[in-house]
């Protein structure tokens, strides 16, 4: 089986793990700092807060920005339930905006006229999660604008698109947002196992997420209620949770990440190869606005509707030869537990539309040409 994703992992990425095993740290110590400073300086951000997973680190960024009951999040349906989730866990509503037909990402057009429709009825969100798919940003510029006419915040999900860049400007360097998040799970480009982040340019953001992802302690004198009884004193100052990440992860993306380069420019080769050897079969490829490029996280076809296949069919052959296609997303408001909170089939045709066409296939650093040649000639014969 040649799966859809896959992490690559090195003799260096193994001995930086090593090395933490044998030190006198294996939680919150001095790898997880240098992992830290270490994405921060890769894309341009002043404060990284490196946590146990990207759900985590949205679950923070909401909680960070003071969301809570009686607010809203507006997020894309074309994403993992986490985007929306988070405003849940923090006892705000959540909704969606229709995507792009071309980039498959939150539409700025759907964007725009929901807005003023909120505006009018008293309903704007407090939080604004547009999500980076496949690797591609978002157009974040205009998003931006809106945020500051409706005075809502914005959280990059940036869990698909490390290395890519929006403008010239790295995604993370959060240029066009309050905060930005990152996934390091294994399919994702850069891996610590299990991993998030959330990179800031603000200070009060940085020192509140600090205190969130370990209980809500604080051991800084300015941050206390009164003065400390000692150098030993702690205060939890708020409710805060358990989302550090250990210093072997932390060790593992911090080694993944001296790859970055590499890693998205064999994405970006294998991507422009899938552009030229699936041209002229009735797929829709994906494309990227000339503005940013994308860091490949996902290789995206749709089954055209003039196909001889349904996407079931393509996707079954696929299956049947070895090919471990997948399908990137369900939208999060057909899922059982958004019907059961009144979204339902219709709401948003064009994540729906995209949905019922859509294949992923395989694409990862790892995959040879010899392999990349296999997945092509499987998909000629399923759509003969």
């Known amino acids: ?58 679950h923070l960024a909401c909680l960070a920005l003071d969301l809570g009951a009686g607010d809203r999040l507006w997020t894309s349906p074309n994403t993992f339930v986490a985007s929306a989730n988070c405003a849940l866990y923090c006892g705000a509503a959540v909704d969606f905006v229709d995507i792009d037909p071309i980039s498959y990402n939150m539409s700025v057009a759907q964007l725009a006229l929901r807005l003023e429709q909120a505006a009018a009825a008293g309903r704007l969100p407090k ?46 360097a959060c240029a066009f947002s309050d905060m930005t998040v990152f996934s390091f799970h294994p399919v994702k480009i850069v891996t610590s196992g299990e991993g998030g982040m959330i990179l800031t340019n603000r200070r009060d953001l940085y020192e ?45 993306g911090a080694s993944q990440l001296g790859r970055l380069g590499e890693f998205v420019a064999r994405r970006d080769y294998l991507a422009q190869r899938y552009h030229r050897l699936l041209a002229g079969l009735p797929l829709t490829l994906p494309v990227c606005a000339a503005d940013r490029s994308s860091a490949w996280h996902l290789y995206v ?43 339902g089939a219709g709401d948003f045709p064009e994540a729906e539309r995209y949905y019922s066409e859509a294949i992923s296939l395989p694409l990862y650093f790892g995959l040879g040409d010899a392999e990349q040649d296999a997945v092509v000639a499987a998909v000629r014969e399923a759509m003969a």
């Open 1 to 58: 089986m040649i799966p859809y994703g896959r992490q690559h992992i090195s003799a260096d990425d193994i001995a930086a793990v090593v090395d933490v095993l044998r030190s006198d740290w294996l939680t919150q110590g001095p790898a997880v700092e240098r992992f830290e400073q270490a994405v921060a300086e890769q894309c341009g951000a002043r404060y990284a807060v490196a946590v146990s997973n990207a759900t985590a680190a949205l």
């Open 127 to 172: 939080v604004v999660v547009p999500v980076h798919f496949g690797g591609q940003p978002c157009d974040l510029a205009p998003i931006r604008a809106l945020g500051e006419q409706y005075g809502f915040a914005i959280v990059e999900d940036a869990s698909h698109a490390i290395g890519a860049r929006y403008r010239g400007v790295p995604v993370g």
């Open 208 to 252: 509140r997420l600090l205190r969130l992802r370990s209980h809500g302690i604080t051991r800084d004198p300015r941050q206390m209620d009164g003065a400390p009884d000692g150098p030993w004193s702690y205060q939890q100052v708020e409710l805060g949770y358990n989302y550090r990440i250990t210093d072997i992860q932390a060790a593992l």
């Open 301 to 343: 076809v749709r089954i055209a509707p003039a196909a001889r296949r349904d996407r079931r069919a393509v996707f079954d052959a696929l299956r049947a030869r070895g090919i471990g296609v997948n399908v990137h997303y369900i939208p999060v408001h057909t899922q059982p537990y958004y019907r059961s909170l009144g979204f």
